[in-house]
């Protein structure tokens, strides 16, 4: 019998279930690599872990469980706080190695401390931030392996060649008990990108364009591969920001093929850390099937915008200057990596914005490289603030989901607000009849500069 | 057990996202606290655009809702994984959604959870019926009828017996996959 080539999900999703083989529809069991949870699912899924399992039952592998509380943490709202200490008391119990906690003290409660304000860092020195650019940081992201995490853009991590996908609460029970979860192959779907970004174009142009192209729910259960000469002039942010959004068209999941970039960038973070470094990239078949196949030519992008209230509602920036906004984001998993606020500095430094304007770096580490990274004698940090820029130091998801009310930088009444998040269904940022516009750092902080949507080529040279 | 359910419907359109269904703010329920549980029922839908949707789904005070059957449009789940989306729907009083597609991760958490039946329409129902029609969901045929019409959904296959069993935990002790308790 010949056996068709298999995409790259196909591969890793047969490896991880024993087979040689595997096909679009089948249902099989696969052994989890690594689980991740964070404070808005992580309590419910240790609540069904306990109720299935017992009391006293131990996960089936404390060093392939990842807790990372980072959605509703600098906020005063009493819940909240009570649902990080729910964490803690399970990681101890648990005794897992990798729970990166807002305090240091293991016995300890969490509260924020309000009166000091947003601004100032009320972390400890385990705290990391964003679930989704904390993974690849400490060396949880690695080729060939399995993911699942309690979090939608869990699909993030196919950047780095693997299976990642996000559950819910009742699945990850079930892993934390078994190691394992039934999961159905998905059809594939080939994004093949040709060329190079021009200036004022990134990743999230790339993603934002193909999301409207396809439509909201155009890759609903499929997987999405990316490939092409494109893909490898990109780097590891960049192909995080156009994995992170598969879930924004319906994916299942989002993959990248292993190359050079990939294999320094993780061998460089699992030594960093101690994970686990026997990790085994899946390779290109030739002659693979795809239920969808087209080619994108990365050069003729422009810079590119999803409008309210989905996104999948693109269009380009240039032909949106009429829309007057009331406040600019920067920040997310999506958005909030360093190369993010890079980019965002190129087009504030020196200048002022002119509408309110919020910088929610993704993880700690960002603070720290913005901090550190020193243009003419003055750190991106510095220009930012300059720039008027409100950038807080605690990094965490902040606004990009509302939030308990007090949360940095939320949209607590009706405004118009442009984002380098990756989500603008009503309601998304906190109020409910705001509209947000999701688009790339260059825009978003050209944008900020004019006080309408604009095309960051303007500002560009 | 019936297998029938009637009741007054509920009707949405396209790309009711989990911040819709249950917005950010109500996550610090954690559903498998008992009352905690019960108060997410309280917030379900309460994301809706009240311009789009001047009817409450549940009335201010109560946990219940009196539409026991929701009625939607194309991918109804779409956005985030949190399972407190179909959970807040199940504890509201809701036993099934009824929709043009839904999106993956919903779609899942509600047969993982056992909390609602998620069905597919052939037929795009938000155009055809309005909120406060009675609808009888006949899940022994699969068809859904309402203002003298009967309307055929898509059967739900190999998921049907984990809703039946009340999720994937009960379904996995039945067929033997995990140890009973
Ligand atoms: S930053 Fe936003 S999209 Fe990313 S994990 Fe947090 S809430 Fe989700």
Known sequence: MILRPMTLTEKVLARASGKTHVQPGDNVWVNVDTLMTHDVCGPGTIGVFKREFGKDAKVWDRNKVVIIPDHYIFTADSMSNRNVDIL????????????????????????????????????????????????????????????????????????????????????????????????????SMRFFLEGALPPGVMAKDVILHVIGE????????????????????????????????????????GIFPCDQKTL????????????????????????????????????????????????????????????????????????????????????????????????VPATTKVVQELKDTV???????????????RLTENASCAACLGGPVDTFGRLNQPMKCISATNRNFPGRMGNKESEVFLASPYTVAASALTGHITDPREFIS | MAHTVTSPIYVV???????????????TLVPTIAEEY????????????????????????????????????????????????????GAAGVEAVVAESFARIFFRNCVATGEIYPYDTPVRLSDVLKTGDVATLDFDHDTLTANGQTYSLKPLGEVRPVIDAGGIFNFARESGMIPSR
């Not at chain 1, 890759?219 to 990109?234: D, F, L, N």
């Not at chain 1, 990790?279 to 795809?290: A, G, I, K, T, Y």
């Not at chain 1, 940090?381 to 720039?387: G, R, T």
């Not at chain 2, 789904?57 to 946990?63: A, L, N, Y």
Request: a negative charge.
């Open chain 1, 375 to 389: 243009w003419n004698g003055q750190s991106v940090w510095q220009i930012l603030e300059s720039a008027g820029v």
């Open chain 1, 88 to 187: 803690r008391d399970f990681a101890r119990e648990q005794g897992l190695p990798y729970f990166y906690d807002v305090i240091d003290d293991k016995d300890g409660h969490w509260t924020f401390d309000a009166a000091r304000g947003p601004l100032a860092r009320q972390y400890g020195s385990r705290y990391t931030g964003v679930c989704h650019t904390t993974l690849p940081w400490k060396g949880h992201t690695r080729p060939g392996e399995i993911l699942f995490g309690t979090d939608s853009h869990t699909c993030m991590a196919g950047a780095f060649n693997q299976f990642a996908t996000g559950i819910g609460n009742t699945d990850a029970g079930f892993i934390l008990g078994t190691g394992k979860l039934l999961i159905k192959v998905p059809e």
């Open chain 2, 38 to 89: 019960e108060k997410l029922g309280s917030y379900a839908l309460i994301g809706l655009p009240d311009a789009l949707y001047p009817e409450r789904f549940v009335e201010d005070g109560k946990t219940q809702t009196q539409y026991k059957i929701v009625i939607a449009g194309r991918n109804f789940g779409c956005g985030s994984s949190r399972e407190h989306a179909p959970i807040a729907l």
């Open chain 1, 214 to 253: 396809i439509g909201f729910d155009g890759a609903t259960y499929k997987a999405m591969q990316w490939e092409g000469p494109g893909v490898h002039t990109m780097s590891m942010d960049d192909r995080m920001t156009i994995a992170n959004m598969a879930i924004e068209a319906g994916g299942k999941n």
């Open chain 2, 13 to 27: 359109q396209d790309n009711i996202d989990t911040d819709q269904i249950i917005p950010a703010q109500y996550l």
């Open chain 1, 264 to 359: 320094d960038y993780v061998r460089e973070r699992v030594s960093e850390n101690g994970t686990r470094s026997d990790f085994d990239p899946v390779e290109l078949d030739r002659e693979q099937s795809f239920s969808y196949d087209r080619v994108f030519d990365l050069s003729k992008l422009e810079p590119t915008v999803a409008c309210h209230p989905d996104p999948g509602n693109r269009k380009l920036a240039k032909e949106m200057s009429h829309i007057g906004l009331d406040r600019a984001y920067i920040g997310s998993c999506t958005g909030g990596k360093t190369s993010d606020f890079l980019a965002f500095a190129e087009v504030v430094r020196g200048k002022t914005v002119k509408i309110d304007t919020f910088g």
